[in-house]
């Protein structure tokens, strides 16, 4: 098992892809992080989309097993996304598709999880297991992103050029395309920043630890709010509940309006990305999105703003009720 640590966890992901000789195009959950597909694009490197399984939002792992079969010679990977951050195993997904197709490489994206700095609780099964510490992340140290590698996956290093302008206008293309249901365009320019951490592991992984009990704690504090005020029927069962606390509720665009209106927050994570790559319709990602609220429990919320978040979704849960009875 190896170590490799970057500025940013889809540096490491673009120097992995750059590393391999196979051109076999992967297989992402239709509603992977838009970042991810277009790490993809500037690594020059095919995908295809699958859809989420309604049991427990991952990546539907029977259809996944369906494709692989059918042709195991025409696909060199996956990346298993934690949805939300849940710590949901996989089973036998993993050592089942190695069956199939020994030579796939299986990602298994943490990004959202905590961060198991050690390399304690990993899958035997995966190739790589990649986390991330950047913006919004379950630890949020403004940079950072490491992977844990099998010995047999190769590694290098690819450096490019990078602009904080051209990063700022990647991230604007893929929100107006998203928000549009438009097609994406513009990988390939320099937003990718490829150059070597500012601080060394040792110094990044006690950062790491330093703020890693604190986030708990504050985030079990800010749930506990959360999963008192609101009805159990509305919340995602507690796995789901580590990055942020998701709810799915109807009208769900009007409840993330109200809250910033009482200069509060919430995000809609993630969208399908149907259209916005290539033609396709993903209609578990879809239905999913169009009633998750991710509420916050890091450090830019407090238990007051949690309370009074709690207040406002009791108010929008009254209004939906009243509205569907007229």
């Known amino acids: 098992m190896k170590l490799a640590y970057e500025s940013r966890a889809c540096g490491v992901l673009f120097n992995i892809l750059c590393s391999r000789d196979s051109e076999r195009p992967f297989l992402l959950p239709s509603n992977i992080c838009p970042i991810v597909p277009i790490t993809f694009l500037k690594a020059?490197?095919?995908?295809?989309?699958?859809?989420?399984?309604?049991?427990?939002?991952?990546?539907?792992?029977?259809?996944?097993?369906?494709?692989?079969?059918?042709?195991?010679?025409?696909?060199?990977?996956?990346?298993f996304v934690r949805t939300y951050g849940?710590?949901?195993?996989?089973?036998n997904f993993f050592a089942e598709l190695k069956r199939l197709q020994p030579s796939l490489l299986i990602i298994d994206d943490k990004c959202l999880c905590r961060p198991d700095y050690d390399g304690l609780w990993l899958d035997p099964f995966s190739d790589v297991t990649l986390f991330s510490t950047g913006y919004s992340?379950?630890?949020?140290?403004?940079?950072?992103?490491?992977?844990?590698?099998?010995?047999s996956v190769p590694y290098r290093r690819h450096a490019r050029g990078f602009a904080e302008s051209a990063l700022?206008?990647?991230?604007?293309?893929?929100?107006?395309?998203i928000a549009e249901h438009s097609p994406f365009k513009g990988a390939k320019d320099e937003w990718l920043d490829l150059s070597e951490p500012c601080l060394s592991w040792h110094r990044y992984r006690k950062s790491l630890?330093?703020?890693?009990?604190g986030t708990e704690q504050h985030k079990r504090r800010i749930n506990e709010i959360y999963s008192n005020a609101v009805p159990v029927e509305i919340q995602l069962p507690e796995s789901f509940q580590q990055w942020r606390f998701n709810i799915r509720v109807s009208k769900a665009?009007?409840?993330v309006v109200r809250l910033f209106e009482a200069n509060l927050f919430a995000s809609r994570h993630y969208s399908s990305l149907g259209g916005i790559f290539f033609e396709g319709r993903f209609p578990q990602a879809e239905e999913l999105h169009e009633s998750v609220v991710n509420l916050l429990n890091d450090w830019n919320f407090n238990e007051t703003k949690a309370k009074l978040t709690t207040e406002i979704i009791l108010e929008h849960l009254r209004f939906v009720e009243t509205d569907s009875s007229h």
Do not use: H
């Open 44 to 79: 020059g490197w095919r995908f295809s989309f699958v859809d989420i399984s309604t049991a427990d939002l991952f990546i539907d792992r029977d259809q996944c097993l369906q494709i692989v079969s059918e042709s195991p010679e025409n696909y060199g990977g996956i990346m």
């Open 86 to 91: 849940a710590e949901i195993d996989p089973g």
């Open 137 to 151: 992340k379950y630890v949020d140290l403004g940079f950072g992103g490491f992977a844990f590698l099998n010995d």
């Open 168 to 177: 700022l206008e990647v991230t604007r293309r893929y929100k107006d395309a």
């Open 209 to 213: 630890l330093d703020t890693l009990s």
């Open 253 to 255: 665009d009007r409840l």
